[in-house]
Structures are given as structure tokens and as C-alpha cells.
């Protein structure tokens, strides 16, 4: 069964910036190019993951949060498999676990990939 694979996080700085990445990795249900993907997270004490950005199966749609609207960016190459998350003018309230995944799941949920933004 297909299980994503975040990375790309760490410990920034407030106003840094960091770049996640996500593959796949297993047999998917169907192709990567074909779905709606999504980034999640999840901050220290929720009960669950908050969508935070989507993107259409050909990258041309995009949607944000309201709370990363503006300093996030959503990517994907269909060609090597990977969906990106550019994230700039990082805030302390953005720390959270970050997950990807269908913008309606799709794969088995991942570890995720945590990020810390911290003077």
C-alpha cells in the first residue's frame, strides 16, 4: 500500500524560510499526476490535521489556508513524483508536524516532517 513520505523540515529561524518535500512510496491506487494532493498539519496539541494548501492534478489550481495565504507556495513535478512546500516568512505558529497527502487521502499517512520556527 502507497505511504508518503515527507521531508524537508527542521529548525528556522522567525521570517526563515524552509522547502518540504513529499513523495510516495509502495504501490499507489492510482497515478500520482492523477490526484488533487494536499499539505497538512498538525500543531502540539490537536486533535488533528488542518488542510493547509491543495493543488490540481496539473499544478495550474492552488489553494491556501488564510494563515499561510501570502508566504506559501504549493508545487509539484509530475514527472519525478515529488509535491513541494515552499514555506517563507516563517512564524513561531507555524511549528507543527507537516504532512502530505490526496486532498482527499489517499495514501497511508506518513510520519510526517516537523518544523520548528524559533528564535
Known amino acids: 500500500q502507497a505511504q508518503a513520505e515527507e521531508s524537508g523540515g527542521g529548525l528556522a529561524q522567525p521570517g526563515g524560510s524552509l522547502r518540504l518535500s513529499c513523495s510516495v512510496s509502495?504501490?499507489?491506487?492510482?497515478?500520482?499526476?492523477?490526484?488533487?494532493l494536499a499539505w497538512y498539519r498538525q500543531s502540539a496539541g490537536s486533535l488533528s490535521r488542518g488542510l493547509i494548501a491543495?493543488?490540481?492534478?496539473?499544478?495550474?489550481?492552488?489553494w491556501y489556508a488564510d494563515n499561510v495565504k501570502g508566504r506559501f507556495t504549493i508545487s509539484r513535478d509530475n514527472i519525478k513524483e515529488v509535491l513541494y512546500l515552499q514555506m517563507n516568512a516563517l512564524k513561531p505558529e507555524d511549528t507543527a508536524v507537516y504532512y502530505c497527502?490526496?486532498?482527499?487521502?489517499?495514501?497511508?499517512w506518513g510520519q510526517g516532517t516537523q518544523v520548528t520556527v524559533d528564535s
Open positions: 497527502n490526496g486532498d482527499v487521502p489517499i495514501w497511508q
Open positions: 491543495n493543488i490540481s492534478p496539473d499544478g495550474t489550481t492552488l
Open positions: 509502495g504501490r499507489a491506487p492510482s497515478p500520482f499526476s492523477a490526484n488533487r
